[in-house]
């Protein structure tokens, strides 16, 4: 391997690790959330079906991870999981909570379309073709959610002054 080579490599695996991180910050910040959501019901059912894409996706990872004989972080999975529980914590102390986490989620699935783009790119430069595959089905589930929660966001946020207006809890 030449230096090229071996640096695209190292970039690669560290960006496989953070994007673990990012998937168990995803879990967290999902898993706090569905648990809060009383008045919006087709989100809950979505956001749960997210969680067990984004497990998949986790696991997905972890199998490319240790096609070069390496595995995850756990401290930037600890890490990231606790960011992920003091985002929702923030939140749900909001009156606007639902309106603030459609925001938020719909950042942070940009976020992480751009980071599995950017993971096919380096899988190209180190020739690791097998990870193809497995990279576009997590960038597409990324891009379906990120699609998903844009067409909701303006029903969502009618529904939050519709129940704010009538005196009704709104946020969750």
């Given at each position: 391997m030449n230096q090229h080579t071996d640096t695209a490599?190292?970039?690669?695996?560290?960006?496989?690790?953070?994007?673990?991180?990012?998937?168990?910050?995803?879990?967290?910040?999902?898993?706090?959330?569905?648990?809060?959501?009383?008045?919006?019901?087709?989100?809950?059912?979505?956001?749960?079906?997210?969680?067990?894409?984004?497990?998949?996706?986790?696991?997905?990872?972890?199998?490319?991870?240790?096609?070069?004989?390496?595995?995850?972080?756990?401290?930037?999975?600890?890490?990231?999981?606790?960011?992920?529980?003091?985002?929702?914590?923030g939140h749900s102390m909001a009156t606007d909570e639902v309106l603030k986490n459609t925001l938020a989620n719909f950042a942070f699935e940009h976020y992480e379309i751009a980071a599995y783009r950017s993971l096919l790119t380096l899988a190209d430069a180190t020739g690791h073709s097998a990870a193809e595959s497995l990279l576009k089905q997590s960038l597409r589930e990324e891009e379906q959610m990120a699609e998903w929660i844009a067409a909701h966001i303006a029903p969502t946020t009618l529904r939050y002054v519709q129940r704010s207006a009538a005196g009704q809890t709104a946020g969750v």
């Amino acid at each position: 391997m030449n230096q090229h080579t071996d640096t695209a490599r190292d970039v690669y695996i560290t960006g496989l690790r953070n994007q673990h991180a990012v998937e168990n910050q995803a879990v967290e910040l999902l898993e706090r959330q569905v648990g809060r959501l009383e008045n919006y019901p087709e989100m809950k059912g979505r956001m749960q079906e997210h969680i067990a894409e984004s497990k998949e996706q986790a696991r997905r990872l972890e199998q490319l991870l240790a096609e070069f004989g390496t595995s995850e972080s756990s401290f930037k999975d600890m890490a990231m999981s606790i960011v992920g529980n003091m985002a929702a914590i923030g939140h749900s102390m909001a009156t606007d909570e639902v309106l603030k986490n459609t925001l938020a989620n719909f950042a942070f699935e940009h976020y992480e379309i751009a980071a599995y783009r950017s993971l096919l790119t380096l899988a190209d430069a180190t020739g690791h073709s097998a990870a193809e595959s497995l990279l576009k089905q997590s960038l597409r589930e990324e891009e379906q959610m990120a699609e998903w929660i844009a067409a909701h966001i303006a029903p969502t946020t009618l529904r939050y002054v519709q129940r704010s207006a009538a005196g009704q809890t709104a946020g969750v």
